[in-house]
Structures are given as C-alpha cells and as structure tokens.
Nanobody, 114 residues
C-alpha cells in the first residue's frame, strides 16, 4: 500500500505561481513513475506532467514552458512548480504513483482568478 498526501493548492491571480507537493508513504519499494493529473469542472481528468524514477519528465502541451515537475526520491516527494498560471489551469490536481498499481492522492484545488 502507498499513501499520497498533496499540499500547496490555493487561489492565485493570473500570471502568478504555485508549487504543489505530494509525499508518498507506506510500501515505497519500486515506485516507478509519479506525476500529476487535473480535472476541471465538467471535464475529464487529464495528464499534466509525469516523471520517471530516473527523473525524466514529460508534460502536456498546454503546460510546457510554464510548469516544472521534479522528484526527490530521498523524500519520496514529487513537486509541480506552476508559473504563469492561467484561468484555464483552474482544476483539482491529483498526484499519482505507479507501484504494484496506480495510487492516487486526494486532490488539491487550484483556482486561478482575479
């Protein structure tokens, strides 16, 4: 079993920044990819960014150049630095970890509004 706890969401003005964190606990041996999805009201959950155990990142086209995913394996934590935020980035952000199966965090709300 793997438990994921997210933090860092909130309300920010357009153009602002937020940093999300997701820390894993439990049976952590052989966690592979970790990353973030988001789900806006009335829309399907979409992949935002992912990072492998070797720290190779991948991003959705909509966030390339604005978001940066990173991973601290010693702290079992994955981060999402979000810059130049837009209203369309408003969503609940979920982190995930691939172990024996995919585990999910509880979600953290990010609202971009003036």
């Amino acid at each position: 079993q793997v438990q994921l706890v997210e933090s860092g969401g909130g309300l920010v003005q357009p153009g602002g920044s937020l940093k999300l964190s997701c820390t894993a606990s439990g049976s952590l041996f052989s966690i592979n990819a970790m990353g973030w999805y988001r789900q806006a009201p009335g829309k399907q959950r979409e992949l935002v960014a992912t990072v492998t155990s070797g720290r190779n990142p991948n991003y959705a086209d909509s966030v390339k150049g604005r978001f940066t995913i990173s991973r601290d394996n010693a702290k079992n934590t994955v981060y999402l630095q979000m810059n130049s935020l837009k209203p369309e980035d408003t969503a609940v952000y979920y982190c995930y970890a691939d172990h024996s199966r995919r585990y999910w965090g509880q979600g953290t709300q990010v609202t971009v509004s003036s």
